[in-house]
């Protein structure tokens, strides 16, 4: 039952990554984008994930998903459309590109021991997550956080208008 519930979602992933990859309407992109965050949240919930399928759709499916919305919605699109076709030679160069990124990565899954631990997990995914990130990594994460609110300062003074 496992297998059918992660093939479907992995279905499921790569029919909305086709999507995002090659429609043509850019509402219809952000649509099959949204998808592939739905479709990875639920991968990361099956694994068990329950922290990364939080964070996935906290970040992803809110924050970036409206970001684009507001990209499109300012884009003069008349513009965009006299550029059409100008990426099928660089799709054409990125082909030996993704070859030379694909092998090792294949010879890893099919030769590789993945998920093997010595140690047993007594506590919960998100117990985990938080214990080692404010020990292990508890300066560089005050410093993303003061790069954050940074921006979001810079953002707020370029973004206001002028009296």
Known sequence: M??????????????SVFGTL????????????LSVILA??????????????????I?????IIV?????????PWEKVKKF????????????PFLLVSFLPIAYMVLNGKFAVSGRVITEGNIQSV???????????????????LTA????ILLGRKEE
């Open 2 to 15: 496992e297998w059918l519930i992660f093939g479907f979602l992995s279905l499921w992933l790569l029919v």
């Open 67 to 75: 970001f684009y919305v507001l990209v499109i919605t300012t884009i």
């Open 84 to 95: 059409e076709g100008i990426y099928k030679r660089e799709a054409l160069l990125a082909v």
């Open 152 to 155: 979001m300062i810079g953002a």
């Open 22 to 33: 090659f429609l043509k309407n850019p509402v219809h992109v952000i649509l099959a984008f």
């Open 40 to 57: 990875i949240a639920g991968i990361f919930l099956h694994l068990g994930a329950e922290l990364l399928a939080g964070l996935q759709l």
């Open 130 to 148: 938080g214990k080692t990130l404010f020990t292990n990594y508890l300066f560089p994460f005050e410093v993303a956080s003061v790069i954050l």
């Open 59 to 63: 970040i992803y499916a809110v924050a």
